[in-house]
């Protein structure tokens, strides 16, 4: 069964506005969760990773938040631009095995002009 | 700086046909190696991993296998393909247990 489940599955936003995606697990094992970015035909490319132990984190236009007790965290994309028009996934994986990741199903965003 | 090459980009085989894809790291010693497939549409699932030389885990049973003949090298391979092993494949690495997954450009299959 899928262990991280993503939310939505596509979104359309304009540019300048805020894109969202959630992501939830269950396994309380999980230890470090990151986000991938991915355009088509291309493999996924590291956006940001957080681990459990902060509630936030914010590198440049993009936010995780994390909320250990829900077993949530989300993708925050500040000041959407076209370019950002993609594929994220979230993704979780345990201690000492960063590799070994579940990855959500992705959500498709598309930043329209 | 630590590169990772995969080969071919795209590929387009015959059901029953052999399949050999291969994945080198450059600028690192004794990466931890991982082959994931992800279907059309889907997320990333993880196929093998190897943390060293001639050593393999398999996460899911399946038509395929792996190798890992040289620290830095990383084989998938079948004898039989199925149309089931359509997919795009993606090698990645990792500096040992801890540390970021780097994926490379991924080798589009199709079987037919």
């Known amino acids: 069964q899928q262990q991280v489940k993503q939310s939505p599955q596509s979104l359309i936003v304009q540019k300048g506005g805020i894109s969202i995606i959630n992501c939830a697990y269950e396994?309380?094992?999980?230890?470090?969760f990151p986000w991938y970015q991915q355009f088509p035909g291309k493999g996924p490319a590291l956006l940001i990773a957080?681990?459990?132990?902060?509630s936030e984190k914010k590198e440049g236009r993009f936010t995780i938040s994390f909320n250990k007790s829900a077993k949530q965290f989300s993708l925050h994309i500040m000041d959407s631009q076209p370019g950002d028009s993609a594929t994220y996934f979230c993704a979780a994986s345990m201690q000492n095995s960063w590799g070994k990741l579940q990855f959500g199903a992705g959500t498709q965003v598309v930043v329209t002009p | 700086s630590q590169t990772i090459h995969q080969w071919p980009a795209t590929l387009v085989q015959p059901v029953g046909s052999p399949l050999s894809l291969e994945c080198t790291v450059e600028?690192?010693?004794?990466?931890?190696l991982y082959w994931y497939r992800q279907a059309a549409g889907r997320g990333l699932q993880l196929l093998f991993y190897?943390?060293?030389?001639?050593?393999i885990s398999s996460e899911v049973p399946q038509n395929l296998s792996a190798s890992r003949p040289q620290d830095r090298q990383f084989i998938l391979s079948s004898k039989k393909l199925l149309l089931s092993d359509s997919g795009f494949y993606l090698c990645a690495w990792t500096l040992q247990g801890v540390g970021e997954a780097f994926f490379g450009q991924g080798t589009r299959l199709t079987v037919v």
């Open positions: 190897s943390v060293g030389i001639g050593q």
């Open positions: 957080i681990r459990p132990d902060v």
């Open positions: 396994n309380t094992a999980f230890d470090y």
């Open positions: 600028g690192t010693s004794n990466p931890n």
